[in-house]
Nanobody, 124 residues
Framework: QVQLVESGGGLVQAGGSLRLSCAAS????????VGWFRQASRKEREFVAA????????LYADSVKGRFTISRDSSGNTVYLQMNSLKPEDTAVYSC?????????????????WGQGTQVTVSS
C-alpha cells in the first residue's frame, strides 16, 4: 500500500489545459504502475490513462487519446496527467491509483491504493 496525493485540479474554460500531479515517496511509488480515473456527477467511474513502473508503456481511454498525456518523472516519485483541449465532458473528480503490477491496466479493481481525488471543471 502506498499513500497518494493528487493536485492540480481547478476550473478552466473549454479548450484550455491543466496538469494533474500524483505524488508519493520515490522508494515505494517507483515500484507501482499508476492509473488515472475520473468520475463525473451521477456517472460511473471510468478509466482515463495509465503508465508502467518504468514510464515506458502507457494506456489511454479512447475519449482522451491525442488530448491527454500521462508520464512520470525520472525518479518515479511523481506521475503527471497533462490535459489539453479540455471539453465540458471532461468535468469530473480525477483520482490516481497504484498497482503492484509492472504493466498498466484499465481495470479499476486491479489497483490497491487510491488518492483522495481532485476536481476538474471545464466550462463551455
Amino acid at each position: 500500500q502506498v499513500q497518494l496525493v493528487e493536485s492540480g485540479g481547478g476550473l478552466v474554460q473549454a479548450g484550455g489545459s491543466l496538469r494533474l500531479s500524483c505524488a508519493a515517496s520515490a522508494r515505494t511509488f517507483s515500484s507501482y504502475a499508476v492509473g488515472w480515473f475520473r468520475q463525473a456527477s451521477r456517472k460511473e467511474r471510468e478509466f482515463v490513462a495509465a503508465v508502467s513502473r518504468s514510464g515506458s508503456r502507457t494506456l489511454y481511454a479512447d475519449s482522451v487519446k491525442g488530448r491527454f498525456t500521462i508520464s512520470r518523472d525520472s525518479s518515479g516519485n511523481t506521475v503527471y496527467l497533462q490535459m489539453n483541449s479540455l471539453k465540458p465532458e471532461d468535468t469530473a473528480v480525477y483520482s490516481c491509483a497504484a498497482d503492484r503490477a509492472r504493466m498498466p491496466t484499465s481495470g479499476a479493481n486491479e489497483y490497491e491504493s487510491w488518492g483522495q481525488g481532485t476536481q476538474v471543471t471545464v466550462s463551455s
